[in-house]
């Protein structure tokens, strides 16, 4: 049997809605049930997992090229942060081709 391939993003930091936040959100769901916490997913697939200290605080995680949010409260800074990574890639594009002419 092959072994399984690893994960693109196996190693990185990342962060999604904690397995807390999850518990406090469960009776929202109006008695459904989690198939599985996107926590300890992430943690199985071998991401290095980064929470808040307090839950339902924004919290964002940069690693290399991915952006992760871990609950609405972190949205804003999200965008933010990606708009900020857009501007430096395309200020690197300009960059680049002023060098090559």
Do not use: C
């Not at 990185?12 to 904690?18: G, K, L």
């Not at 339902?56 to 800074?77: C, K």
């Amino acid at each position: 049997m092959l072994p399984s391939p690893k994960w693109i993003y196996s190693g990185y930091q990342m962060t999604v809605i904690s397995n807390e936040e999850e518990e406090q959100a469960k009776p929202q769901l109006g008695g459904g049930e989690m198939k599985f916490y996107p926590q300890t997913a992430l943690q199985q697939a071998g991401a290095q997992f980064s929470s808040n200290t307090t839950p339902w605080n924004g919290h964002v995680v940069m690693d290399r090229e991915l952006i992760t949010g871990q609950n609405p409260a972190s949205a804003l800074e999200v965008g933010q942060r990606l708009v900020e990574r857009l501007k430096s890639e395309q200020n690197s594009a300009l960059d680049s081709n002023r060098h090559q002419k």
